[in-house]
């Protein structure tokens, strides 16, 4: 994301559009409306307009996403000695909304995630990697990216970024990563997201204080367990066990439709 990011309208149109989509995909969550026919027509619409409508109508490599505000304020902090303002103010609303309502940004408003998660719909057999693994790797990448930039002030994942897939002009090598990405996602659950994403990495440890995020009415559970079972990320076992950490949970609301008793499970602050 380039540093002259805040003189180009739409990217501020987008930033609006994506708090809206916050605001509203929390409400439906809230209201138990986050169905999943909902879902997909966010999935789809998230796709082509935060996707592929602005990746077209944006210069390359403009297209803003939560990945590149964290990316463009270590670059600019750590290579080139200077703090952006409006990069910064970008991850700090971005970060605010993951401490109010989960990673509703990236379950809603990011068009990679929004991919992933619907190629991961097609119904291919699935593998759920535990949480140590994902962050493991995510930690390992993290810290190649801080490496990098202080040693040789190079950002890896410029050179393979699977967001420029949006402008349907990209070279060999990001194409080729990006399609693995993607195959990947038949059988992962965004492993972009979970494996690489730096973003996703800063996101997860603000969201272990989130304030709202799906939590259980044990007086109105009827322990089925359905709500583990609809969870991809496996977050929502987390959850029911009330563990102090938790794995990535996306704000798909899959484990609240799945739930038959209204009371029991909810998106909601603690009581």
Known sequence: MPNDMSLNPLILVKFALWIATIVVATLLLRRRKATSKVRLAFLIGGVLVFGFAFGLLLPSGLNPNPVAS?????????VRGR????????LVILLAAVGVSNKSVCGWACQLGLLQDLLHRVGLPRWEPPLWLTNAVRVLA?????????AAGTDWIGLIDPFRIF??????TVALFSAAVLAASLFIYRPW???LCPFGLVSWLVEQVSLLRPRIDRSACKECQLCLDACPSGAMRDFYAEARIHADCFACGACIEACPQDDALQWRARL
């Open 193 to 195: 997201c979970r494996f």
């Open 70 to 78: 964290l990316r463009t304020l270590l670059t600019t902090l750590l």
């Open 83 to 90: 703090l952006v303002l409006p990069v910064a103010a970008m």
């Open 142 to 150: 993290f810290v190649a990216l801080l490496g990098g930039l202080i």
């Open 167 to 172: 402008s349907l002009s990209v070279p060999w």
